[in-house]
């Protein structure tokens, strides 16, 4: 493959990720002698498409393979590894991207500006983003076990913290660096404390059950406010601008976010 062309690609996957499918390989293994066989598995696989440069399933492969050594210093032998790199250490290394929309399934590495949307789960492991500064999609905490931020100081879409039981979302207390977020912030019955340098929240903002009571920098609210019924008549609460209503509930509840 031509240099050119492989920096072309190199600077491709820097900015969009590397797209293609995930693919289920079902597996048996039969005994003929024995008249048996074990029950069949399924295993994931990642199949990269770049047939926008070209480029036949081999080739794809290769300057995937390429592009990490040169990026990372992490040798791989085959881009189905991609899929068990999500950390090293407490950080986060590769990303799957925009998981739930299977037509727009991509990797990337964590750094810098991530071009979709991410989940972060308790099995992944990780608890900074480190070197993430923006998100082009929705960011998403489930049974996290995320303690920071990080760099993070802009998401596209929307910001949500969820759980499956009843526990703590995440042991993240504030937004840090954070400053804009163009969809929803849903971070209701979180332990989070502090808004951070939070700007501009472009649609809704829920702080349902949770303890912040400080808007230092909150200038911009697109959608509703909804706000515990403490904060009723706080003066800081005034001085934000609220496209849509301040709407104030009588739940919070410090047995459920502790």
């Given at each position: 493959m031509k240099e050119g062309l492989t920096q072309k690609i190199f600077k491709y996957f820097d900015e969009n990720g590397i797209a293609g499918e995930h693919l289920g390989v079902?597996?048996?293994?039969?005994?003929l002698g024995k008249s048996k066989f074990k029950p069949y598995k399924t295993t994931q696989i990642f199949k990269p498409n770049l047939s926008q440069f070209g480029l036949n399933e081999k080739d794809s492969e290769q300057v995937i393979i390429d592009y990490i050594f040169c990026t990372t210093n992490i040798k791989i032998s085959s881009v189905n590894e991609l899929i068990g790199m999500r950390n090293i250490g407490d950080k986060p290394f590769v990303l799957l991207l925009n998981e739930h929309q299977p037509d727009k399934i991509k990797y990337c590495l964590a750094f810098g500006r991530i071009p979709g949307s991410v989940i972060f789960r308790d099995t992944d492991r990780i608890k900074t983003l480190g070197n993430i500064e923006e998100i082009d999609g929705d960011l998403g905490f489930s049974d996290s076990s995320l303690e920071d931020l990080g760099k993070l100081?802009?998401?596209?879409g929307s910001l949500w913290i969820a759980q499956s039981g009843k526990g703590i979302f995440t042991?993240?207390?504030?937004?840090q660096e954070l400053?804009?977020?163009?969809?929803?912030?849903?971070i209701?019955?979180?332990?989070?404390d502090n808004l951070g340098k939070l700007k501009h929240v472009g649609g809704n903002l829920n702080l349902r059950q949770t303890f912040v009571s400080k808007f230092d920098n909150l200038e911009f609210v697109g959608g509703n406010l909804l706000l515990p019924n403490e904060l009723k008549g706080a003066s800081e609460v005034s001085k934000i601008k609220v496209r849509g209503k301040i709407k104030f509930f009588n739940d919070?509840?410090?047995?459920?976010?502790?």
């Amino acid at each position: 493959m031509k240099e050119g062309l492989t920096q072309k690609i190199f600077k491709y996957f820097d900015e969009n990720g590397i797209a293609g499918e995930h693919l289920g390989v079902i597996s048996i293994e039969i005994n003929l002698g024995k008249s048996k066989f074990k029950p069949y598995k399924t295993t994931q696989i990642f199949k990269p498409n770049l047939s926008q440069f070209g480029l036949n399933e081999k080739d794809s492969e290769q300057v995937i393979i390429d592009y990490i050594f040169c990026t990372t210093n992490i040798k791989i032998s085959s881009v189905n590894e991609l899929i068990g790199m999500r950390n090293i250490g407490d950080k986060p290394f590769v990303l799957l991207l925009n998981e739930h929309q299977p037509d727009k399934i991509k990797y990337c590495l964590a750094f810098g500006r991530i071009p979709g949307s991410v989940i972060f789960r308790d099995t992944d492991r990780i608890k900074t983003l480190g070197n993430i500064e923006e998100i082009d999609g929705d960011l998403g905490f489930s049974d996290s076990s995320l303690e920071d931020l990080g760099k993070l100081r802009r998401i596209e879409g929307s910001l949500w913290i969820a759980q499956s039981g009843k526990g703590i979302f995440t042991k993240l207390k504030s937004l840090q660096e954070l400053e804009f977020v163009g969809g929803d912030v849903n971070i209701k019955n979180s332990n989070i404390d502090n808004l951070g340098k939070l700007k501009h929240v472009g649609g809704n903002l829920n702080l349902r059950q949770t303890f912040v009571s400080k808007f230092d920098n909150l200038e911009f609210v697109g959608g509703n406010l909804l706000l515990p019924n403490e904060l009723k008549g706080a003066s800081e609460v005034s001085k934000i601008k609220v496209r849509g209503k301040i709407k104030f509930f009588n739940d919070r509840s410090l047995e459920d976010i502790v």
